[in-house]
């Protein structure tokens, strides 16, 4: 089973700067795989990218995905109070999803 | 718009069965371009996956939970179901219902749809 490590645990970042979230396999992720998902308190997660850097129908164009391999990473630029959540990526291989421990981002 | 519903108890004693059940709304659930779905979420912790199944009836585990876990699908009710057997307090959980994209070798795979959840206790 692919394991995914996720850091930071936590960010915390004020309106209008960047976050970078990392996604780590213990194995090779095919693209197709990969997908980042946003879940606010007391919410159900959305998916935001798939497919490592497709975003999501809906999804702002300050999120960005990016990675391969075994190194993914999800962007937000321009943090908007919204933006405050924990952030999980996915992957399949095997027949098996696994989802990340996730990262929380705390807007200031 | 493609809704996802759950429903269920809200509590199960302990060794005792859970049975979900999520109702599809606003789309077809007999397609070959979806799988259907459940993960859970424990109290504070991170999500964690179920299973799948594909509008024939054949579905695949979490490995972790396979000999417990069935997921049947009833395409005429537009309905999939969840049962865990032998349940423990280390299965109270907030459930989803969700549609997984992909199908076919070479798409993504993702989940697109996911219900708001139901809450499950376990305690007697």
């Known amino acids: 089973e692919i394991v995914l490590t996720q850091s930071p645990g936590t960010l915390s970042l004020s309106p209008g700067e960047r976050a970078t979230l990392s996604c780590r396999a213990s194995?090779?992720?095919?693209?197709?795989?990969l997908a980042w998902y946003q879940q606010r308190p007391g919410q159900a997660p959305r998916v935001l990218i798939y497919g490592v850097s497709s975003r999501a129908t809906g999804i702002p164009d300050r999120f960005s995905g990016s990675g391969s391999g075994a190194d993914f990473t999800l962007t937000i630029n321009g943090l908007a109070p919204e933006d405050s959540a924990v952030y999980y990526c996915q992957q399949y291989a095997s027949s098996v999803f696994t989802f990340g421990p996730g990262t929380k981002v705390v807007i200031k | 718009q493609l809704q996802l519903q759950e429903s269920g108890p809200g509590v199960v004693k302990p060794s005792e069965s859970l049975s979900l059940t999520c109702s599809v709304s606003?789309?077809?659930?007999?397609?070959?371009?979806?799988?259907w779905g459940w993960i859970r979420q424990a109290p504070g912790k991170g999500l964690e996956w179920i299973g799948n199944?594909?509008?024939?009836?054949?579905?695949y585990y979490n490995p972790s939970l396979k000999s417990r876990v069935t997921i049947s699908i009833d395409t005429s009710r537009s309905q999939f179901s969840l049962r865990l057997i032998s349940m423990t307090a280390a299965d109270a959980a907030i459930y989803y219902c969700?549609?997984?994209?992909?199908?076919?070798?070479?798409?993504?795979?993702?989940?697109?749809?996911w219900g708001k959840g139901i809450t499950i206790t376990v305690s007697s």
């Open positions: 969700a549609r997984r994209y992909g199908a076919y070798v070479g798409e993504e795979y993702y989940m697109d749809v």
């Open positions: 199944i594909y509008y024939d009836g054949s579905a």
């Open positions: 606003g789309g077809p659930i007999r397609t070959s371009s979806y799988y």
């Open positions: 194995q090779y992720v095919s693209n197709n795989y």
